[in-house]
């Protein structure tokens, strides 16, 4: 049977049955058919455990995976075989006996406090061809830092779902397909409101709160990319979307955020996976020392 035709029923199963998101299904079928590609194969009979173990070899020596993408290909062919399985079409899972590398502790990369004001600045003063672009892209970076908004859960907000009067902004349907609610700060809400306000001016009626600068459309995935770029440069301070994300996490307990609040302004599923913000903050570790009681002993 052919793997590519199986790769889309497969892909069309988890969209519309397991109701996975776009983006996990562009994961899959990107593993399936660089696994395919490497492996040289297109029928499920060619699949082995030997070509499996090749894959993984070839990605960690010759294309320098990292342990988190060889565990995304290890997850993604995993859970592709098994449904291969449950369609009768496998006997067996081929990934039976691969080794799963521990995934590495590291702490997530954030911007100092003093970037963090210095990058909306940049962004605010950057010389644009429209005040529509100045407002607009500040409300932006400023939905990154005072919410810690994911990307695709910035370009998918709709008009009604920032209500500016009563300071809340609903996701919908976020990461693990969760709705939540984060509130607006007074700071955000007055970007916001300069952004809303020129966004009227200059007549945008898509349904999407971001929209594009040129076309009556959202803004899109590459034009954010574009612009990350552009103030990459213009500022000289390095970072990618979900750097500011962890930078408001962080700048959050460092504010005295308790844990349980933070986490569910992140959307985790797990309270576990805030906990790492703890560790990425010197500044409120170092505030926690000061709590030693031996501290005041003279």
């Known amino acids: 049977m052919d793997?590519?035709?199986?790769?889309?029923?497969?892909?069309?199963?988890?969209?519309?049955?397991?109701?996975y998101s776009k983006a996990t299904i562009c994961r899959y079928s990107v593993v399936i058919k660089s696994y395919c590609r490497i492996a040289q194969i297109s029928e499920l009979s060619q699949i082995t455990n030997e070509n499996l173990?090749?894959?993984?070899?070839?990605?960690?020596?010759?294309?320098?995976?990292?342990?988190?993408?060889?565990?995304?290909?290890?997850?993604s062919l995993s859970i592709f075989f098994k449904w291969c399985m449950t369609e009768g079409c496998l006997s067996t899972n081929p990934m039976v006996g691969i080794e799963?590398?521990?995934?590495?502790?590291?702490?997530?990369?954030?911007?100092?406090?003093?970037?963090?004001?210095?990058?909306?600045?940049?962004?605010?003063?950057?010389?644009?061809?429209s005040k529509f672009l100045r407002y607009r892209n500040h409300a932006i970076f400023s939905m990154f830092l005072f919410a810690g908004l994911r990307k695709q859960e910035l370009l998918n907000l709709k008009y009604t779902d920032v209500d500016i009067e009563n300071r809340t902004i609903f996701i919908r349907q976020g990461k693990g397909n969760k709705d939540r609610f984060i509130p607006i700060s007074h700071t955000l809400a007055q970007s916001l409101l300069q952004y809303v306000k020129v966004r009227k001016e200059v007549n945008k009626t898509c349904p999407e709160f971001f929209a594009s600068s040129n076309r009556a459309i959202g803004y899109t995935s590459?034009?954010?990319?574009?612009?990350?770029?552009?103030?990459?440069?213009?500022?000289?301070?390095?970072?990618?979307?979900?750097?500011?994300?962890?930078?408001?996490?962080?700048?959050?307990?460092?504010?005295?955020?308790?844990?349980?609040?933070?986490?569910?302004?992140?959307?985790?599923?797990?309270?576990?996976?805030?906990?790492?913000?703890?560790?990425?903050?010197?500044?409120?570790?170092?505030a926690q020392m000061t709590k030693h009681p031996l501290n005041n002993c003279s």
């Open 53 to 75: 173990r090749a894959l993984f070899y070839y990605g960690r020596t010759a294309r320098k995976w990292s342990v988190n993408t060889y565990i995304v290909y290890y997850k």
């Open 100 to 129: 799963k590398p521990k995934l590495e502790n590291r702490l997530p990369t954030k911007l100092r406090k003093q970037d963090a004001f210095r990058l909306l600045e940049v962004v605010f003063n950057y010389p644009y061809d």
């Open 222 to 286: 590459h034009g954010l990319k574009r612009l990350v770029t552009q103030i990459n440069e213009a500022s000289g301070i390095k970072f990618n979307v979900h750097k500011l994300r962890h930078t408001f996490a962080t700048l959050m307990l460092e504010g005295g955020c308790d844990i349980y609040s933070l986490s569910k302004m992140m959307g985790h599923s797990d309270i576990r996976t805030t906990t790492i913000y703890l560790s990425a903050s010197a500044d409120h570790l170092r």
């Open 3 to 19: 793997i590519q035709i199986l790769c889309e029923r497969f892909c069309e199963y988890s969209l519309s049955i397991r109701g």
